[in-house]
T-cell receptor, first 116, second 111 residues
Framework: GAVVSQHPSRVICKSGTSVKIECRSLDFQATTMFWYRQFPKQSLMLMATSNEGSKATYEQGVEKDKFLINHASLTLSTLTVTSAHPEDSSFYIC????????????FGNGTRLTVT | AQSVSQHNHHVILSEAASLELGCNYSYGGTVNLFWYVQYPGQHLQLLLKYFSGDPLVKGIKGFEAEFIKSKFSFNLRKPSVQWSDTAEYFCAVYGNNRLAFGKGNQVVVIP
């Protein structure tokens, strides 16, 4: 079945550095991928919709210059957290559908980011 | 790593019928459990969550879910659905520092 792979699963970085998270659709093409963030004991928050070959659509309140999204191919979207701060520590997860709306939404396993 | 199973991806039922969506997970340790809903054209919203305490959790819009630890299940229920409940429903399990989602149930309620 369709699989979404996310890498790395865990990353620890120092304040001020940048971290890149990859989201790959392994056996299907995804023109659209979604990036979410989860704060402890809270629900997922949609950050942005990643569109292949064009700019991502960011949700209100999400800094596009801080959370850079690149969707350069039909199987890869990347989220780069620039100049990370401890408050950026969170769980980030991506998702994609192999087909139209009627197809299941597949999630990556998520990335635990800790900024020290 | 834990996995989450949701069966019957497509569910079609009539208004006023009862709905039950199954969710089973594989992780044996402490878990936090969630049900999310995605209405057509919208994005994920949290329906309800379980962290501890009463295993019967009540959420928004008349939904409830019951955590049965011995069965590794967290089934979602609604006694009487409405047309507006047409949506996609996702079960998610957080455990061992990982969040895993089921593949979702697409529920269509016929007026």
């Amino acid at each position: 079945g369709a699989v979404v792979s996310q890498h790395p699963s865990r990353v620890i970085c120092k304040s001020g550095t940048s971290v890149k998270i990859e989201c790959r659709s392994l056996d299907f093409q995804a023109t659209t991928m979604f990036w979410y963030r989860q704060f402890p004991k809270q629900s997922l928050m949609l950050m942005a919709t990643s569109n292949e070959g064009s700019k991502a659509t960011y949700e209100q309140g999400v800094e596009k210059d801080k959370f850079l999204i690149n969707h350069a191919s039909l199987t890869l979207s990347t989220l780069t957290v620039t100049s990370a701060h401890p408050e950026d520590s969170s769980f980030y997860i991506c998702s994609a559908r192999p087909g139209g709306y009627n197809s299941p939404l597949h999630f990556g396993n998520g990335t635990r980011l800790t900024v020290t | 790593a834990q996995s989450v199973s949701q069966h019957n991806h497509h569910v079609i039922l009539s208004e006023a019928a009862s709905l039950e969506l199954g969710c089973n997970y594989s992780y044996g340790g402490t878990v936090n459990l969630f049900w999310y809903v995605q209405y057509p054209g919208q994005h994920l919203q949290l329906l309800l969550k379980y962290f501890s305490g009463d295993p019967l959790v009540k959420g928004i819009k008349g939904f409830e879910a019951e955590f049965i630890k011995s069965k590794f299940s967290f089934n979602l229920r609604k006694p009487s659905v409405q047309w507006s409940d047409t949506a996609e429903y996702f079960c998610a399990v957080y455990g061992n520092n990982r969040l895993a989602f089921g593949k979702g149930n697409q529920v269509v309620v016929i007026p």
